[in-house]
């Protein structure tokens, strides 16, 4: 774990609680805290925590039970035990039930520190793990396409059925889905493979063009026509032709379409030849073509042709289960693109792109990931470094603590003067830390009179 952490403290001494609090926050940590079982366990529901330090001795209930519990809820949080100098045996059956590490009081800080890191670091290297997993699991996915989620499954089994067809594919879904990535499959799998795959972007073509485009033309069919040439049917005998967008087809092309389908022979602008092509077509749209047929904008009787076999693409935020999978993919194509080691994403960031909806859907998601591993300074992706706009900020405030869409060091974006207080702040709880958060020892660690101390504590929320 890099950076901040949200670590919750539980003590029914108010003063120790106070103590650890200022040596958490010295640490650059967010802290919460509360005084009985009863209440550590309402925190943990509330949030999402890194770290639990916990007393053992407690009134109203176990600090034991608590270990239990929180472990039980969730097995991968890492709990620190304080115990009673003398009381060894409670320490380690507080081990036996899911406690990570323990430490006697009175407690030495340093000692405590390097505890407290080391849980964290036990815990980053657990995410490490798992995204390490995930992004081995690369495999899992089919082909170029990664995913796991029963929804994309579903896709991979048209696919494979569809590719050893010459039947005419629909692909629909919302814009970055991977529809073109779904195409290019069908072709890769398909007796076709050796051939070609001609991806045709309908929308990019000027209207007055696609006809001579798709089809060819003959010299002088048209101004600027001084040699005949063939058309993209033509060019992609033998494979796949990729017709996308094609809800932009303008109507007048529809009927010319229809044809090509119906008869298999293109006739090239300007001329009377008839050319059989052998030609699979797969369509790609994120328009609803059933609402264009409504809107007379698309023609019925092309899109039973194209639509012989449909596929939908799901977007990104009805298959959760792929952000991590696709999030691993990415960083490691950018991290090896960019020559970087190894990288991985915290706990929270993920978190984030996980409650984010995903309008841009995977396409989003590949540019969020760009964007973070260009701007990341250290090896771990921190929510900080995924810009998702407003929308997501609400969310992460709404749904955890506030400190989730808060920027921390690691934000490239950050002003110079933002990263003067970001250092003073930190080395005045550091300095606090080391002084065992006697104010007037801080002061004198760091050569401040007591006044400015004071002030500059009081700046940084610190009294
Ligand atoms: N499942 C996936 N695994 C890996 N990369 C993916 C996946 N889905 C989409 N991508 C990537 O996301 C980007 C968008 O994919 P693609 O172009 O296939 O989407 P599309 O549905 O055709 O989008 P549009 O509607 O805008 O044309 C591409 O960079 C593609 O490589
Ligand atoms: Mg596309």
Request: no cysteine; charged share 25%; proline share 4%.
């Amino acid at each position: 774990m890099n950076g901040r952490a949200l670590v919750l403290v539980v003590d029914d001494d108010a003063s120790l609680r106070e103590t650890l609090s200022l040596l958490l926050s010295g640490l650059g940590h967010e802290v919460v805290t509360a005084s009985d079982v009863a209440s550590a366990l309402a925190e943990a529901g509330r949030h999402d925590f890194d770290l639990v330090l916990t007393d053992l001795r407690m009134p109203r209930g176990s600090g034991l039970d608590l270990v239990a519990a929180l472990h039980e809820a969730s097995p991968s949080l890492p709990v620190l035990v304080l115990t009673a100098y003398g009381s060894i045996q409670t320490a380690v059956d507080a081990m036996r039930l899911g406690a990570v590490d323990y430490v006697t009081k009175p407690f030495d800080n340093a000692d405590l520190t390097m505890r407290i890191r080391r849980a964290l670091e036990r815990e980053r290297l657990r995410m490490e793990n798992d995204y390490l997993r995930a992004a081995t699991r690369q495999g899992v996915g089919f082909g170029a396409i990664v995913g796991h989620s029963a929804a994309i499954e579903t896709v991979f089994g048209l696919i494979e059925r569809v590719a050893a067809t010459d039947s005419a594919v629909l692909v629909t879904g919302e814009t970055g889905t991977g529809k073109e990535m779904v195409a290019r499959e069908i072709h890769l799998r398909s007796p076709r493979s050796a051939k070609l795959l001609v991806p045709v972007h309908i929308a990019s073509i000027p209207s007055e063009l696609l006809e001579s485009e798709l089809f060819g033309h003959e010299k002088g069919a048209f101004t600027g026509a001084t040699a005949s040439g063939p058309g993209l049917f033509e060019v992609a005998d033998g494979g796949t032709l990729l017709l996308d967008e094609i809800g932009e087809a303008p109507m007048h092309l529809q009927p010319k379409l229809l044809r090509v389908l119906q008869d298999g022979v293109v006739r090239r602008v300007g001329g009377t030849r008839e050319r059989r092509v052998d030609v699979r077509l797969v369509s790609a749209t994120n328009r609803d073509l059933k609402a264009l047929i409504e809107e007379k904008a698309f023609r019925a009787d092309l899109y039973y042709r194209l639509d012989v076999i449909g596929i939908r693409v799901p977007p990104l935020r009805e298959r959760m289960e792929d952000i991590l999978p696709l999030t691993a993919h990415f960083v490691d194509e950018f991290a090896g693109r960019l020559g970087r080691g190894p990288m991985s994403v915290s706990k929270q960031a993920l978190r984030l792109l996980e409650a984010y909806h995903w309008p841009g859907n995977v396409r989003e998601l590949r540019n969020a990931v760009e964007r973070a591993v260009v701007l990341a300074r250290g090896d771990v992706l921190e929510t900080s470094l995924f810009d998702l706009g407003i929308v997501l900020e609400e969310k992460a405030a709404a749904a955890s603590h506030d400190s989730e869409a808060a920027p921390d060091a690691e934000d490239a974006a950050v002003p110079l003067s933002d990263m003067v207080s970001q250092f003073e702040r930190d080395t005045i709880f550091a300095a606090l830390a080391r002084a065992g958060g006697v104010k007037r020892h801080a002061a004198e660690l760091l050569g401040l009179n007591e006044r400015t101390f004071w002030y500059k504590l009081r700046k940084y929320g610190g009294s």
